[in-house]
């Protein structure tokens, strides 16, 4: 069956960098848009970036623009998430996302969805 499992997450100081990677398997991973989303608590899961399924589209949350950077690596199976100049905001647990449509990923009236979640890995920024 389908899993999607993500990966790099850990503690970083305020202005560093990390690289998170989402492997999916069980599915023909460029039929799928991906993207990464993030979930800190008490708030809303808020769609941080997404991908088309051969990267022709990109999108970013406004608050990452500049800083973060998705890509994907179709013949691994992979998608990746460079996040630098990190703040105290980007603090979350973040999970990727995958679906057929492109613009199911991308938030709507604050709304989005994804066919296939994985199960989510912590990034904590110390200021």
């Known amino acids: 069956q389908v899993q999607v499992v993500e990966s790099g997450g850990g503690l970083v100081q305020a202005g560093g960098s990390l690289n998170l990677s989402c492997t999916a398997s069980?599915?023909?991973?460029?039929?799928?848009?991906m993207g990464w989303f993030r979930q800190a608590p008490g708030k809303k899961r808020e769609a941080v970036a997404c991908?088309?399924?051969?990267?022709?589209?990109?999108w970013y949350v406004d608050s990452v623009k500049g800083r973060f950077t998705i890509s994907r690596d179709n013949a691994k199976n992979t998608l990746y998430l460079q996040m630098n100049n990190l703040k105290s905001e980007d603090t979350a647990k973040y999970y990727c996302?995958?679906?057929?449509?492109?613009?199911?990923?991308?938030?709507?009236?604050?709304?989005?969805?994804?066919?296939?979640w994985g199960q989510g890995t912590q990034v904590t920024i110390s200021s």
């Open positions: 996302g995958a679906d057929r449509t492109m613009f199911n990923l991308i938030p709507h009236e604050g709304v989005h969805s994804a066919t296939h």
């Open positions: 069980g599915l023909p991973f460029n039929e799928y848009a």
């Open positions: 991908i088309d399924q051969f990267a022709d589209l990109i």
